[in-house]
T-cell receptor, first 116, second 114 residues
């Protein structure tokens, strides 16, 4: 059974460039989360989708960040334009809020972003 | 404010020794508490979950405790192994305006040395 799949695993880009991170949640899961992890701030929730609808995007740092979930099996997180302070590991996680009463999150392996 | 604090920030122990990691929270209303293990370069993986009515739960060499009165949880690792080297993250679930929300601790980085 495939877990949460993220791509790319590593991305190095220059300031000002557009970055798109991709996520395929576990089949059957109805909720998807994007997190950012840094040494200084730990794991921070960026945005949360339920049934493909954004429920809480209060963690999105600013207008440079946007996320979409066009269908139940795919989501993207886009940063445009990217800045060095965006360097972090971005995790996607999914769960089934109906089946998982206690809400275990299943994380992908993360996308490590470095903005020069 | 809903917060989760973990201690220590980092810990180094010798293989075979025991250790205890702490998690204090001010989250309310409390729903449940999970401990996640995050290996370097990987995503977090759930180790155990504690609900309000549970005091102790074991998962192999890992034993979690919960004191809902003092809002404290601990994760005890017995007979540590090199593979236990990882970050351990405490995550507390609570209800926020009718939906479940999560608050993450900053983690304890454990290093087990041979």
């Amino acid at each position: 059974d495939a877990g949460v799949i993220q791509s790319p695993r590593h991305e190095v880009t220059e300031m000002g460039q557009e970055v798109t991170l991709r996520c395929k949640p576990i089949s059957g899961h109805n909720s998807l989360f994007w997190y950012r992890q840094t040494m200084m701030r730990g794991l921070e929730l960026l945005i949360y989708f339920n049934n493909n609808v954004p429920i809480d995007d209060s963690g999105m740092p600013e207008d440079r960040f946007s996320a979409k979930m066009p269908n139940a099996s795919f989501s993207t997180l886009k940063i445009q334009p990217s800045e060095p302070r965006d360097s972090a590991v971005y995790f996607c996680a999914s769960t089934n809020t109906q089946r998982e009463r206690f809400g275990e999150l299943f994380f992908g392996e993360g996308s490590r972003l470095t903005v020069l | 404010k809903n917060q989760v604090e973990q201690s220590p920030q980092s810990l180094i122990i010798l293989e075979g020794k025991n250790c205890t990691l702490q998690c204090n929270y001010t989250v309310s209303p409390f729903s449940n508490l999970r401990w996640y293990k995050q290996d370097t370069g990987r995503g977090p993986v759930s180790l155990t979950i504690m609900t309000f009515s549970e005091n102790t739960k074991s998962n192999g060499r890992y034993t979690a405790t919960l004191d809902a009165d003092t809002k404290q949880s601990s994760l005890h690792i017995t007979a540590s192994q090199l593979s236990d080297s990882a970050s351990y993250i405490c995550v507390v679930s609570f209800m926020d305006t009718g939906r479940r929300a999560l608050t993450f601790g900053s983690g304890t980085r454990l290093q087990v040395q041979p």
